[in-house]
């Protein structure tokens, strides 16, 4: 979510903004990304639906490492085995070999667990950007519609922080603050239920768009 709020400043309608004579006829409003962001509908769907896949790919790693498991078991049987000396040599033999091929199945697990490991955390997390960022551009759209309607011509992030991590609006009596109305007609065309974090997200497209973390 920091990286989120790294976006710092919304400007609308502004090339730059600087100390001069004609800043302070700006008209500047302010606006909490963060807060729009996590009280969306499609942040709230998108966000379940990632923790469903997230689920899914802990279940089926789970049942790697189960797997993984009955094959060290297996192969300490016949480490057991090959070392047992009420068997024959041959037998012994035949045991020893056997291990061997199962410490060799044994490594191939550790490598495509590893392997299984860096490619769903690096699909997630790819997903988890773009969910993110086509939310973000949606809002954006948004309050740049209600900046031009209303006349502002600076939007401040509220919930932004600077480079140094201080907060780029040290200050705000709240008069012109956006953040609700747009909240509101964000969730205007919201499904019922969509806006309770704990209703499983219901099968839609929207359903592909997920809120950031870190």
Do not use: C
């Amino acid at each position: 979510m920091k990286k989120l709020m790294q976006l710092g400043l919304l400007a609308v309608g502004l090339a730059g903004w600087g100390l001069s004579a004609g800043a302070a006829d700006q008209k500047i409003a302010t606006f909490n990304l963060r807060k729009a962001f996590d009280n969306y509908y499609k942040t709230i769907q998108s966000t379940a639906a990632l923790k469903q896949e997230a689920g899914a790919v802990d279940k089926e790693r789970t049942q790697m490492v189960d797997n993984g498991r009955k094959h060290e078991d297996e192969w300490r049987k016949l480490i057991d085995k090959a070392n047992d000396q009420s068997l024959s040599a041959e037998e012994r033999d035949k045991a020893k070999r056997a291990a061997a091929d199962k410490y060799a199945e044994l490594e191939n697990d550790k490598q495509y667990i590893n392997s299984f490991d860096r490619e769903a955390s690096a699909r997630l997390h790819e997903k988890e950007k773009l969910r993110r960022d086509d939310i973000v551009k949606e809002i954006q759209g948004v309050v740049e519609a209600h900046a031009k309607a209303a006349g502002y011509s600076l939007v401040l992030d509220s919930s932004g922080e600077s480079a140094n991590l201080t907060p780029v609006v040290f200050y705000s009596n709240g008069q012109d603050d956006m953040t609700d109305r747009i909240i509101k007609e964000l969730n205007a065309a919201a499904p019922p239920g969509s806006l309770d974090t704990n209703t499983p997200p219901a099968s839609s497209p929207s359903n592909s768009l997920r809120s950031p973390s870190k």
